[in-house]
């Protein structure tokens, strides 16, 4: 299994409150996502890195933030917790990003419940 | 992205051969197929790909037809830890620098395996 760990595994938080989830990696892949599952929409993606410092937009990425100060960890911040934000999150990681063949490593998952 | 259409559903007894269909009519020549599947509560984990031909691995083969317009994965002993939903996806090898290499998932098809 790919060195993927995500923390915390589970959250319980209150509207309106910032929420840091990290992904943490140890096979030094240059690009990194995250992704949202939810009931109905399958997973879809927040924001993805393409190396240290440089991070790109999903296809939701509203109210969300993220930051890649390290090769091995990419954090997502919610700065305001909403309700809408209850999810299971999943960090992948993948050597190419998509040029050519490659595939993309997925982790735990952090299960986050917004009261 | 072409998109795929998979059954929603498939059952499959124990130590038989699961297979489990994918129709990608609109693929085009320079997308790859992909299989993953996502065991409940966990992340999603990569199962083979290909391009055009058949290809085998450890996990699963992949039969893909000769105008590419469908493919079929193959667990050849399905065990009941094969249980999950497996998810057939296309994407494109971009060699771009727009890319994201995010994979869309669909709905994929939940296999039960039964004793």
């Known amino acids: 299994d790919a060195g993927i760990t995500q923390s915390p595994r589970h959250k319980v938080t209150e509207t309106g409150t910032p929420v840091t989830l990290r992904c943490h990696q140890t096979?030094?892949?240059?690009?990194m996502y995250w992704y949202r599952q939810d009931p109905g929409h399958g997973l879809r993606l927040i924001h993805y890195s393409y190396g240290v410092k440089d991070t790109d937009k999903g296809e939701v990425s509203d109210g969300y933030s993220v930051s890649r100060s390290k090769t091995e960890d990419f954090l997502l911040t919610l700065e305001s917790a909403t309700s809408s934000q209850t999810s299971v999150y999943f960090c992948a990681i993948s050597e190419s990003g998509g040029r050519g063949q490659e595939t993309q490593y997925f982790g735990p998952g952090t299960r986050l419940l917004v009261l | 992205d072409a998109k795929t259409t998979q059954p929603t559903s498939m059952d499959c007894a124990e130590g038989r051969a699961a297979n489990l269909p994918c129709n990608h009519s609109?693929?085009?020549?320079?997308?790859?197929v992909y299989w993953y599947r996502q065991i409940h509560s966990q992340g999603p984990q990569y199962i083979i790909h290909g391009l055009k031909n058949n290809e085998t691995n450890e996990m699963a083969s992949l039969i893909i037809t000769e105008d590419r317009k469908s493919s079929t994965l193959i667990l050849p002993h399905a065990t009941l830890r094969d249980t999950a939903v497996y998810y057939c996806i296309v994407r494109v090898a971009n060699k771009g620098s727009s890319n994201t290499g995010k994979l869309i998932f669909g709905q994929g098809t939940t296999l039960q395996v039964k004793p």
């Open positions: 609109t693929i085009s020549g320079n997308e790859y």
């Open positions: 096979e030094n892949h240059r690009y």
